[in-house]
C-alpha cells in the first residue's frame, strides 16, 4: 500500500499571452476563494499559491483587508506561499537575480508568517547546475521539479541527490507528469481507473517508495472545494493507496527520510526527452534580454558599490529604493517572462518595468555619488574602482571644463590622458531678475570630453579624487587615419582582401578570416529558433572598410558586413533577395589589455530570421566551456541527432545558454568570448579549425507555432489560438557586444578575470558647474550635509585569488552590507580576515544573512558571503 500525497495548487503565471493586470483581476476572484475554502473546510488541509510571493503581493495591493485572514492560513501552514518572488528563469538572468529573487520571496512570505523551504520550480525551461549551492545557500535543502530530465542517461530514479559543482548536495524530485498530473481530478470511476491510476503507478515504479506525490493543479486554477471528497473516493475504489491531501513540505520530509538510499546525480537538467526545454529561448526577445543584462550590471558593480561607500562614510542611503528597483526587474524574471515567450503587450509591459528599474537606479546612484562628492572641489574628477584590488590601466572618463585643452593631475602630476572624443557644447542662456525685469544672459560654451586616463593603484572597492585643469599644451587627441591595421602590445587586426586577420603577437598565433555574419530563416515561434526545410544560410563573404582612428591609448577599426537577404519567409520560399541587412563592426584594442572588443550596430528590417557571428579559431575541440553561477560549464559538442524525433520532444540540438563567457581550448591554448548580455552560442566544427557561433537576435511573428521541423506537434503555450507578435519580429536599431581573448589556458580563474577586466571597468563622476544634463538628477537642488573631504578612500582591499559576486546592503541590520564572494580557483581558499578588520563587526551568515558556524573558507565553485558592519571596532 501506498500513500500518495496529492499537492492541490494553482500554477500561477504572472504574465503570458495575458497581461499582469488580468492576472491581478482573475486573482481577486481565485485567492479569495482558497481563502474562503480553506478556512470553513476543515478537511481541506492545506493549499499551495505555486511557490511565489509575488502574486501574494499583488493580490494584497487590490485587497489589503485580506491580509490578516491570508497571514493566518500562512502562520497556521494551510496556505503555502515562497520561497520565490518569481519562479525565475535559471539562464538568462545572472545568480545574483536569482539569489535576490529567492530572500526577496523568502522575506516577504516570513512577514505572513511562513515561507514554504522547498525549491519549487514546476515549469522553468531546465536547471542550471548550480542551483544545490543556490537553495542551499538559502538554507533550503531540496528542489521539486519537473523539465530537462532524462531517465535513461542522468538517474534511474525520480527521487535523488542533486550535486552542484561547488559540492553542495540537495534532496531533488522530479514531478514525472508535471505540475498538471492530477488537474480537474474527479471522482468517475473512469477518470480515475484509465488516467489518475496508472499515472500513480508510473511514479510509483519510478520512485520505489512507499510515499509518492501527485499535483493537483494547472495553469491559472481555481481551487476545487470537493477535492477532499474526491480523494476519499478515490482511496475507496483504489483499494491498495491511500490519497491524502498534503504539503510538499511534507512530502519533502518523506525524502529526508529515506535519503540513505538515494543516487546522486551532478549536472545540468536540459535535456528535452519528456518535456520541452526551448534551448534556443536565449535569442527570443533580444531587447528585453539586453537591457536586463545592463540593468544587473548596473546594479551589481556600480550602484550597490557606491552605496556601500557612501554608507561606510555615514551616508543615508534610502536603499529601499534599491529593493524597489530589485523587485521590478525580478518581476520580469519569470520563466515565460525573461524567456520573451509572451504576447506584446505582455512584453511592453516588461519593457516598461525593467526602464523603471532603470531609472530608479540611474537617479539614486546620481544622488548618492554626488553626496560623495559634495566635499570636493569644483572642477575634481572622482575615479571609482568597484573591484576587490586596485586597479592599473585605462580608466574611461567624462569630463567637461571651460578650456580647449585639459590636464588631469594627481598630487600636482599630470596623469598621460588621451582625447577620444570632443564636443563644444553651447553654455546656452540663463534668465536674471533684475529691477527692470528678467534679463537674458549668454553663457560661454563650454567643452565635454571623453578621456582614457592612465591610473595607477586606484583605491579597492573605493576612490581617488583627481585635479582637471585648464591646459595651454593641445591634449593628445585620436587621429583619423586610412590604416587597415590596429595593434597593441597583444594583438594585432589587420583587414585584407575583405577579411579580417588576428594575430598574437606574444606567441605568433594567426586566426584568418576572423568573423563572419550568418543569416538564415526562422520558421519557429517566441519559444524556440527553427530552421525553414530547405532553407540555405546567407553569409557575408567580404568587409567593407569604414574608418580607423589610432591614438596612443586606443585604436579602432570599423568595418561594414552587408548581405542580400529575403524580406520574409514568404519572399525565402519564392526565392527572392529583396533586403540588404547591414552590420557595422567597431573592433579596438586598449593599450595594455589582452582582449579585442567588438561592438556591432545593425537596424534590422527583415522578419522571420536568426542572426549569428561567426568567430573563427585556431582551435579544434569536443567540448565546449561556458560559464554558469560561481562554475564552468562543459558540455559535448555536435551530439548525435540520429532519429531524435523518437525519443525527444524537440530536438536536442548543441546550441546553449551561457552565463556571459564561452571558450573552446586544446592544450595550452585557448579562445574565450566574453558578451553584454548575449547568453546563446553554439560551437561549429570546422575541417581545420573550429567557430564558435554568438547568436545576436532572432526575429519572429508568432507566440506559437505547430509542427516545426525542430519540434513537432502542437504549437507550445496557448496551442489552440494563434497569437501574433509583430514587436517580437525586433524591426529597430540594435547593438551587440563582446570581447575576445587568445590565452594559454581556459581555467575558471582565467575566464572571470577577463570577464572581470571587461565588464567591471572603473568608472567616474566629476563635480562641476558646467554641465547638469550628464546625470539625469544633476539639475535638481539637493542639500547635503556638510562633509569632510576625502581624496582617497577604500572600503576595503582582498588580494586574494577570489571573485567579487556582489555587495549588496543587508535586509536584517541597520548599517551592514553583505558581501559575496566566490572562489575560481581548484582549491579551498580562506577569506582573509585581517583585511577586513577595520569593520566593527564581520559575521559568516547565509544567503539570509542567517549567521553560521564554521571556518571562513570558500570552497572552489562556491561562495561565501559576510555581514559586514560599518563604523570601527570599540577598544
Given at each position: 500500500?501506498?500513500?500518495?500525497?496529492?499537492?492541490?495548487?494553482?500554477?500561477?503565471?504572472?504574465?503570458?499571452?495575458?497581461?499582469?493586470?488580468?492576472?491581478?483581476?482573475?486573482?481577486?476572484?481565485?485567492?479569495?476563494?482558497?481563502?474562503?475554502?480553506?478556512?470553513?473546510?476543515?478537511?481541506?488541509?492545506?493549499?499551495?499559491l505555486d511557490g511565489q510571493s509575488s502574486i501574494v503581493e499583488d493580490y494584497l495591493k487590490v485587497l489589503p483587508y485580506m491580509q490578516e485572514r491570508m497571514a493566518k492560513l500562512v502562520s497556521g501552514k494551510k496556505l503555502f506561499i515562497g520561497p520565490w518572488y518569481t519562479q525565475t528563469d535559471t539562464y538568462n538572468v545572472a545568480v545574483e537575480s536569482i539569489i535576490r529573487n529567492l530572500k526577496y520571496g523568502m522575506h516577504i512570505a516570513e512577514g505572513l508568517g511562513h515561507c514554504m523551504k522547498v525549491g519549487y520550480l514546476p515549469d522553468t525551461f531546465g536547471h542550471n547546475a548550480q542551483m544545490p549551492t543556490i537553495f542551499k545557500g538559502m538554507g533550503i535543502d531540496n528542489i521539486i521539479f519537473w523539465r530537462g530530465i532524462d531517465y535513461d542517461q542522468q538517474v534511474e530514479k525520480s527521487h535523488f541527490f542533486w550535486r552542484s559543482m561547488g559540492g553542495d548536495e540537495i534532496y531533488a524530485y522530479n514531478?514525472?507528469?508535471?505540475?498538471?498530473?492530477?488537474?480537474?481530478?474527479?471522482?468517475?470511476?473512469?477518470?480515475?481507473?484509465?488516467?489518475?491510476?496508472?499515472?500513480?503507478?508510473?511514479?510509483?515504479?519510478l520512485s520505489g517508495l512507499d510515499e509518492v506525490l501527485i499535483p493537483s493543479g494547472g495553469d491559472q486554477v481555481n481551487i476545487d472545494p470537493e477535492l477532499p471528497k474526491t480523494l476519499q473516493a478515490a482511496t475507496e475504489r483504489s483499494g491498495k493507496d491511500v490519497y491524502v491531501i498534503s504539503s510538499m513540505e511534507a512530502f519533502v520530509d518523506v525524502l529526508r527520510e529515506n535519503g540513505h538510499t538515494f543516487e546522486t546525480y551532478q549536472g545540468e537538467f536540459k535535456l528535452p526527452r519528456y518535456t520541452r526545454i526551448h534551448k534556443t529561448i536565449g535569442s527570443v526577445?533580444?531587447?528585453?534580454?539586453?537591457?536586463?543584462?545592463?540593468?544587473?550590471?548596473?546594479?551589481?558593480?556600480?550602484?550597490?558599490?557606491?552605496v556601500a561607500i557612501a554608507k561606510a562614510q555615514g551616508i543615508t542611503v534610502h536603499t529601499e529604493l534599491i529593493d524597489i528597483a530589485w523587485k521590478k526587474i525580478l518581476e520580469c524574471h519569470a520563466h515565460d517572462s525573461m524567456g520573451g515567450c509572451n504576447?506584446?503587450?505582455?512584453?511592453?509591459?516588461?519593457?516598461?518595468?525593467?526602464?523603471?528599474?532603470?531609472?530608479?537606479?540611474?537617479?539614486?546612484y546620481n544622488l548618492v555619488i554626488k553626496e560623495i562628492a559634495s566635499a570636493c572641489n569644483d572642477d575634481e574628477l572622482m575615479l571609482f574602482n568597484g573591484q576587490m584590488t586596485p586597479y592599473n590601466g585605462m580608466v574611461k572618463a567624462v569630463v567637461f571644463s571651460a578650456s580647449e585643452n585639459i590636464a588631469v593631475l594627481e598630487s600636482g602630476l599630470p596623469l598621460p590622458i588621451e582625447v577620444l572624443n570632443k564636443e563644444t557644447l553651447s553654455g546656452g542662456k540663463i534668465i536674471e531678475v533684475t529691477k527692470d525685469g528678467e534679463k537674458e544672459v549668454d553663457v560661454p560654451p563650454y567643452y565635454r570630453f571623453e578621456l582614457n586616463v592612465l591610473v595607477s593603484e586606484l583605491p579597492a572597492m573605493g576612490y581617488r579624487v583627481f585635479e582637471v585643469q585648464a591646459c595651454k599644451q593641445a591634449n593628445m587627441e585620436q587621429v583619423n587615419s586610412e590604416q587597415t591595421v590596429i595593434e597593441n602590445q597583444a594583438l594585432r587586426v589587420s583587414l585584407e582582401q575583405g577579411q579580417l586577420h588576428l594575430e598574437d603577437k606574444l606567441n605568433g598565433r594567426v586566426i584568418e578570416q576572423l568573423l563572419t555574419f550568418e543569416e538564415q530563416a526562422d520558421d519557429g515561434d517566441s519559444y524556440d529558433f527553427s530552421p525553414l526545410e530547405g532553407d540555405t544560410p546567407n553569409y557575408s563573404t567580404s568587409l567593407e572598410w569604414l574608418s580607423c582612428t589610432v591614438g596612443e591609448t586606443q585604436q579602432s577599426?570599423?568595418?561594414?558586413?552587408?548581405?542580400?537577404?529575403?524580406?520574409?519567409?514568404?519572399?525565402?520560399q519564392s526565392g527572392q533577395q529583396n533586403r540588404q541587412a547591414v552590420f557595422d563592426i567597431t573592433m579596438s584594442l586598449v593599450s595594455g589589455e589582452s582582449q579585442l572588443l567588438f561592438d556591432i550596430n545593425t537596424l534590422n528590417n527583415t522578419c522571420d530570421h536568426r542572426v549569428r557571428v561567426l568567430i573563427n579559431s585556431d582551435l579544434q575541440t569536443d567540448t565546449s566551456i561556458s560559464t554558469q553561477p560561481f562554475a564552468l560549464m562543459e558540455r559535448p559538442v555536435a551530439p548525435d541527432l540520429a532519429q531524435w524525433r523518437e525519443k525527444y520532444r524537440e530536438c536536442p540540438v548543441d546550441i546553449e545558454t551561457t552565463d556571459g563567457s564561452v571558450a573552446i581550448a586544446e592544450s595550452e591554448r585557448s579562445l574565450i568570448l566574453t558578451g553584454r548580455g548575449l547568453k546563446e552560442f553554439q560551437i561549429?566544427?570546422?575541417?581545420?579549425?573550429?567557430?564558435?557561433?554568438?547568436?545576436?537576435?532572432?526575429?519572429?511573428?508568432?507566440?506559437?507555432?505547430?509542427?516545426?521541423?525542430?519540434?513537432?506537434?502542437?504549437?507550445?503555450?496557448?496551442?489552440?489560438?494563434?497569437?501574433?507578435?509583430p514587436d517580437a519580429q525586433l524591426q529597430k536599431a540594435m547593438s551587440f557586444s563582446f570581447a575576445l581573448a587568445l590565452c594559454d589556458n581556459a581555467?575558471?580563474?582565467?575566464?572571470?578575470?577577463?570577464?572581470?577586466?571587461?565588464?567591471?571597468?572603473?568608472?567616474?563622476?566629476?563635480?562641476?558647474?558646467?554641465?547638469?544634463?550628464?546625470?539625469?538628477?544633476?539639475?535638481?537642488?539637493?542639500?547635503?550635509?556638510?562633509?569632510?573631504?576625502?581624496?582617497?578612500?577604500?572600503?576595503?582591499?582582498?588580494?586574494?585569488?577570489?571573485?567579487?559576486?556582489s555587495l549588496g546592503h543587508a535586509f536584517y541590520r541597520d548599517n551592514a552590507i553583505i558581501l559575496?564572494?566566490?572562489?575560481?580557483?581548484?582549491?579551498?581558499?580562506?577569506?582573509?580576515?585581517?583585511?577586513?578588520?577595520?569593520?566593527?563587526?564581520?559575521?559568516l551568515v547565509n544567503y539570509r544573512e542567517q549567521p553560521l558556524d564554521g571556518a571562513y573558507i570558500v570552497r572552489p565553485n562556491n561562495s561565501l558571503d559576510v555581514r559586514l558592519t560599518l563604523g570601527h571596532k570599540e577598544k
Amino acid at each position: 500500500m501506498a500513500k500518495v500525497h496529492v499537492i492541490p495548487h494553482t500554477h500561477w503565471d504572472r504574465e503570458w499571452y495575458f497581461t499582469q493586470q488580468d492576472s491581478d483581476v482573475l486573482a481577486t476572484y481565485n485567492f479569495t476563494k482558497v481563502i474562503e475554502t480553506l478556512e470553513n473546510t476543515e478537511t481541506y488541509t492545506c493549499y499551495h499559491l505555486d511557490g511565489q510571493s509575488s502574486i501574494v503581493e499583488d493580490y494584497l495591493k487590490v485587497l489589503p483587508y485580506m491580509q490578516e485572514r491570508m497571514a493566518k492560513l500562512v502562520s497556521g501552514k494551510k496556505l503555502f506561499i515562497g520561497p520565490w518572488y518569481t519562479q525565475t528563469d535559471t539562464y538568462n538572468v545572472a545568480v545574483e537575480s536569482i539569489i535576490r529573487n529567492l530572500k526577496y520571496g523568502m522575506h516577504i512570505a516570513e512577514g505572513l508568517g511562513h515561507c514554504m523551504k522547498v525549491g519549487y520550480l514546476p515549469d522553468t525551461f531546465g536547471h542550471n547546475a548550480q542551483m544545490p549551492t543556490i537553495f542551499k545557500g538559502m538554507g533550503i535543502d531540496n528542489i521539486i521539479f519537473w523539465r530537462g530530465i532524462d531517465y535513461d542517461q542522468q538517474v534511474e530514479k525520480s527521487h535523488f541527490f542533486w550535486r552542484s559543482m561547488g559540492g553542495d548536495e540537495i534532496y531533488a524530485y522530479n514531478l514525472v507528469h508535471g505540475y498538471g498530473a492530477a488537474k480537474n481530478i474527479n471522482a468517475t470511476p473512469d477518470h480515475l481507473d484509465k488516467k489518475i491510476f496508472p499515472m500513480v503507478e508510473k511514479i510509483k515504479s519510478l520512485s520505489g517508495l512507499d510515499e509518492v506525490l501527485i499535483p493537483s493543479g494547472g495553469d491559472q486554477v481555481n481551487i476545487d472545494p470537493e477535492l477532499p471528497k474526491t480523494l476519499q473516493a478515490a482511496t475507496e475504489r483504489s483499494g491498495k493507496d491511500v490519497y491524502v491531501i498534503s504539503s510538499m513540505e511534507a512530502f519533502v520530509d518523506v525524502l529526508r527520510e529515506n535519503g540513505h538510499t538515494f543516487e546522486t546525480y551532478q549536472g545540468e537538467f536540459k535535456l528535452p526527452r519528456y518535456t520541452r526545454i526551448h534551448k534556443t529561448i536565449g535569442s527570443v526577445r533580444y531587447d528585453i534580454k539586453k537591457l536586463n543584462f545592463e540593468i544587473e550590471q548596473f546594479l551589481l558593480k556600480k550602484l550597490e558599490v557606491v552605496v556601500a561607500i557612501a554608507k561606510a562614510q555615514g551616508i543615508t542611503v534610502h536603499t529601499e529604493l534599491i529593493d524597489i528597483a530589485w523587485k521590478k526587474i525580478l518581476e520580469c524574471h519569470a520563466h515565460d517572462s525573461m524567456g520573451g515567450c509572451n504576447s506584446d503587450a505582455t512584453n511592453a509591459d516588461i519593457m516598461h518595468r525593467l526602464k523603471q528599474a532603470e531609472e530608479i537606479c540611474h537617479g539614486l546612484y546620481n544622488l548618492v555619488i554626488k553626496e560623495i562628492a559634495s566635499a570636493c572641489n569644483d572642477d575634481e574628477l572622482m575615479l571609482f574602482n568597484g573591484q576587490m584590488t586596485p586597479y592599473n590601466g585605462m580608466v574611461k572618463a567624462v569630463v567637461f571644463s571651460a578650456s580647449e585643452n585639459i590636464a588631469v593631475l594627481e598630487s600636482g602630476l599630470p596623469l598621460p590622458i588621451e582625447v577620444l572624443n570632443k564636443e563644444t557644447l553651447s553654455g546656452g542662456k540663463i534668465i536674471e531678475v533684475t529691477k527692470d525685469g528678467e534679463k537674458e544672459v549668454d553663457v560661454p560654451p563650454y567643452y565635454r570630453f571623453e578621456l582614457n586616463v592612465l591610473v595607477s593603484e586606484l583605491p579597492a572597492m573605493g576612490y581617488r579624487v583627481f585635479e582637471v585643469q585648464a591646459c595651454k599644451q593641445a591634449n593628445m587627441e585620436q587621429v583619423n587615419s586610412e590604416q587597415t591595421v590596429i595593434e597593441n602590445q597583444a594583438l594585432r587586426v589587420s583587414l585584407e582582401q575583405g577579411q579580417l586577420h588576428l594575430e598574437d603577437k606574444l606567441n605568433g598565433r594567426v586566426i584568418e578570416q576572423l568573423l563572419t555574419f550568418e543569416e538564415q530563416a526562422d520558421d519557429g515561434d517566441s519559444y524556440d529558433f527553427s530552421p525553414l526545410e530547405g532553407d540555405t544560410p546567407n553569409y557575408s563573404t567580404s568587409l567593407e572598410w569604414l574608418s580607423c582612428t589610432v591614438g596612443e591609448t586606443q585604436q579602432s577599426l570599423s568595418v561594414r558586413a552587408t548581405l542580400v537577404v529575403p524580406q520574409d519567409l514568404t519572399a525565402r520560399q519564392s526565392g527572392q533577395q529583396n533586403r540588404q541587412a547591414v552590420f557595422d563592426i567597431t573592433m579596438s584594442l586598449v593599450s595594455g589589455e589582452s582582449q579585442l572588443l567588438f561592438d556591432i550596430n545593425t537596424l534590422n528590417n527583415t522578419c522571420d530570421h536568426r542572426v549569428r557571428v561567426l568567430i573563427n579559431s585556431d582551435l579544434q575541440t569536443d567540448t565546449s566551456i561556458s560559464t554558469q553561477p560561481f562554475a564552468l560549464m562543459e558540455r559535448p559538442v555536435a551530439p548525435d541527432l540520429a532519429q531524435w524525433r523518437e525519443k525527444y520532444r524537440e530536438c536536442p540540438v548543441d546550441i546553449e545558454t551561457t552565463d556571459g563567457s564561452v571558450a573552446i581550448a586544446e592544450s595550452e591554448r585557448s579562445l574565450i568570448l566574453t558578451g553584454r548580455g548575449l547568453k546563446e552560442f553554439q560551437i561549429l566544427k570546422g575541417s581545420e579549425s573550429d567557430k564558435i557561433a554568438l547568436t545576436l537576435f532572432k526575429s519572429t511573428g508568432r507566440l506559437g507555432k505547430d509542427d516545426l521541423l525542430w519540434r513537432p506537434g502542437r504549437a507550445s503555450g496557448i496551442n489552440n489560438t494563434v497569437v501574433y507578435t509583430p514587436d517580437a519580429q525586433l524591426q529597430k536599431a540594435m547593438s551587440f557586444s563582446f570581447a575576445l581573448a587568445l590565452c594559454d589556458n581556459a581555467q575558471h580563474k582565467t575566464i572571470r578575470q577577463l570577464e572581470r577586466r571587461y565588464l567591471d571597468q572603473p568608472f567616474g563622476y566629476q563635480k562641476q558647474s558646467l554641465n547638469s544634463f550628464e546625470n539625469r538628477l544633476e539639475r535638481f537642488q539637493v542639500r547635503f550635509e556638510p562633509r569632510q573631504h576625502s581624496s582617497s578612500f577604500s572600503l576595503f582591499s582582498l588580494p586574494q585569488a577570489l571573485e567579487l559576486s556582489s555587495l549588496g546592503h543587508a535586509f536584517y541590520r541597520d548599517n551592514a552590507i553583505i558581501l559575496r564572494v566566490f572562489n575560481p580557483t581548484g582549491s579551498p581558499i580562506e577569506l582573509d580576515l585581517d583585511s577586513l578588520k577595520h569593520f566593527a563587526d564581520v559575521e559568516l551568515v547565509n544567503y539570509r544573512e542567517q549567521p553560521l558556524d564554521g571556518a571562513y573558507i570558500v570552497r572552489p565553485n562556491n561562495s561565501l558571503d559576510v555581514r559586514l558592519t560599518l563604523g570601527h571596532k570599540e577598544k
